[in-house]
């Protein structure tokens, strides 16, 4: 591989095979782009002389073997992707290393990992932590501007899941963290490092075994926008007061509305008072419409004649058949 190489982005190839070991000391990539495809084997060691490297993105294959803890030596690594894999075992890496300190998207979800959560794999992640000596105009994206390039420059990207969601991001700002671990056997309780993470924008811990109530620090993550932390087997009670939430633990089961009560102040409480009253004015004037027609002959006499009136304009031919059974009425009447 060229030394000089800056950004390798194979993704979405169909490729199949290892991922070759042969990443000299010299390596100078900051950006390695290996999602979709069919690789599998494991992370090569070789792959810790990059230490240049910011952009690790090799989800979405058939890599296997432990988590990649001879990584932890790249200090720049800010992205490291290895959702739908097939890793298994421990994340906690053992051995004096200052970890990731610039670690900003961190994504396991969909692999067989498993154990605790350990204060040393979490506690040396900075990124993820407020910086108020920061100014905000100095805030960047992600990007490689090689010499070669100049003025042009890859514009480094990456795929998240958020709320269930696949999003692009086509710009990574530094500002932006998340950690996905979801859908992994990752066990005991949330660790209270999390706490400290007042940047962090989104967490997914859904599909373990978690347990132990949900701590009390999440209320003191203010960036924070999404969290997911179902499927687990935390305290029923740490969901109470929470009207809305279903599944388990809960007893509420999703998508059936909970049964009402019959109550019968609700009942009357729901009386449209409106139509009521629409309907009691009908009853009422037609009442007095047939009450007249029958008790008051001169009223009865003027409603029909104004009815044939308005029936022989409609209908032209209506006319000669009312004088046809007006001259029958008047012989019968003569003749009685």
Known sequence: MNV???????????????IPDTFSESCQLQTLHLNQNRLEGKVP???????????????????????PCHLTSIAMLRVLVLRSNNFSGHIDC??????????QIFDLASN???????????????????????????????????????????????????????????????IFTTIDISCNNFEGPIPEVIGTFKALYSLNFSHNAFSGPIPV?????????SVD????SLHEASFENNA????????????VPPAKTDNPSDARSTINWNYISAET?????????????????????????????????IFPCLPLETRKHGRRANRNQGRR
């Open 229 to 232: 932390l179902s499927s687990n």
């Open 281 to 313: 004015g009908f009853c009422f004037g037609f009442g007095v419409s047939v009450t007249l027609l029958i008790f008051w002959k001169r009223w009865r006499k003027w409603y029909f004649e104004r009815m044939d009136r308005a029936l022989s304009w």
């Open 244 to 255: 809305g939430l279903c599944g388990p633990p809960l007893k509420a089961t999703c998508g």
């Open 94 to 103: 053992s051995g004096d290393n200052s970890g990731w300190k610039m670690l």
């Open 217 to 225: 620090f999440f209320g003191n993550l203010r960036e924070l926008e």
């Open 112 to 174: 067989n990992f498993s154990g605790k959560l350990h204060l040393t794999c979490l506690g040396t992640w900075d990124a993820m932590q407020p910086n108020r000596d920061k100014n905000q105009s100095e805030l960047k994206d992600l990007r490689f501007e090689g010499e070669a390039l100049d003025p042009f420059y890859y514009q480094d990207s990456i795929i998240v899941t958020i709320k269930g969601l696949e999003l692009e991001l086509v710009k990574i700002l530094t």
């Open 45 to 67: 060691k070789s792959l810790a002389n990059c230490k240049m490297l910011e952009v690790l993105d090799i989800g979405n294959n058939l890599i296997n073997g432990s988590f």
């Open 4 to 18: 000089s190489l800056g950004v390798l982005n194979l993704g979405r190839n169909n490729l199949s095979g290892i």
